[in-house]
């Protein structure tokens, strides 16, 4: 079972992939700016440093040679283990106007599905693309009192496990025998096709004894809660849509499948769920969804002492 970690294989400008590792740095990067949020920035790196985190800026990088957006913006945010952004806007002429910048840097974190932390002043209006996330307002009696408590949320929810080791082989295997689980067989294309999907995520299928119901296989003992949540929702993502009933039609018009094959394949998403192993019991109450909407594929988080205890 591959577990290698998630590297940026796809450069957003066009360059060659950089593949630096996403959350490999014990590191924040803060987007801010310069002239409103400087002291916000201070509070943020001590609180960051007590907790042996360095904040890293844009400013804050040099590297000649280099190209400065990569070096100084990119690669610091995909590395990062979470980020912070300031929204309070510029003064300019009297009038308060975001900052590109800031906003620029803001849409990379989301766009590399990174927990970001967005503060701004109390006193000022979100720009309206992001006005209907969630951004804690503060003022300069409040701020360290939020920023602590929120900080402390994002370590918590994107810390590495501390004992981190791969699981061996063995044990995870006599653990899947006793949920009555199989390594699914590449024998057959569909079974081929199936496995794909969850192969760029490092999903494995199996199959239950019967062989009527299969179920995609994490394990994630070297990953962050963050990084999972997100292999998780792509996972989902790609199953409900290759077996929406949109898609489907569409490739019983085009001949890819045939009467028999779209019954099975509408009945697929009512007969598959997700396993995850990871190592501590922290992680896995993060990572329990209390309330599971009804239609989503189910999840089971598992930690190393259920697959040892066996």
């Known amino acids: ?22 959350a490999s740095m014990r590191s924040c990067f803060i987007a801010y700016g310069f002239e409103r949020s400087s002291l916000e920035v201070d509070i943020v790196k001590n609180i960051l440093a007590q907790h042996m985190y360095k904040g890293e800026e844009a400013g804050g990088t040099l590297k000649p040679g280099h190209f400065a957006f990569c070096t100084k913006i990119c690669s610091q945010i995909i590395s990062s283990q979470f980020c ?36 701004q002043k109390e006193d000022e209006n979100l720009p309206f693309n992001v006005s209907t ?3 804690i307002k503060y003022n300069s009696r409040n701020f360290k009192s939020l920023a602590t408590k929120a900080i402390l949320q994002a370590i918590q929810e994107c810390q590495v496990s501390t004992t981190s080791q791969s699981p061996p082989t063995e044990k995870i295997n ?17 079974e081929v096709n199936l496995s794909r999907l969850g ?90 969804e209390k309330k599971p909407k009804s239609h989503q594929i189910p999840l089971e988080v598992y930690t190393m002492d259920e697959v040892e205890s066996v």
């Open 1 to 22: 079972m591959d577990n290698t970690i998630r590297s940026n294989k796809f450069c957003i400008i066009g360059n060659p992939a950089c593949d630096v590792v996403f």
């Open 199 to 288: 192969e760029p995520l490092q999903f494995v299928l199996m199959n239950n004894f019967v062989g009527n119901k299969i179920s995609y296989l994490g394990v994630f003992t070297h990953l962050n809660v963050e990084e999972i949540r997100w292999r998780i929702k792509k996972l989902r993502e790609i199953l409900s849509s290759r077996f929406s009933d949109i898609a489907l039609q569409a490739h019983l018009s085009a001949g890819g499948i045939n009467p028999v094959a779209l019954e099975y394949a509408k009945r697929l998403l009512d007969n598959v769920k997700i396993l995850v192993i990871v190592n501590d019991t922290q992680f896995a109450d993060m990572l329990i």
């Open 133 to 135: 996330l969630d951004t």
């Open 84 to 119: 912070i952004v300031f929204l309070n806007h510029d003064l300019i002429k009297g009038k308060q106007i975001p900052n590109a910048n800031v906003n620029m840097e803001y849409g990379l974190m989301l766009g590399f599905n990174k927990y970001v932390i967005p503060f």
């Open 174 to 190: 006599r653990f899947l025998i006793s949920k009555e689980l199989l390594v699914a067989p590449r024998d057959n294309i569909g």
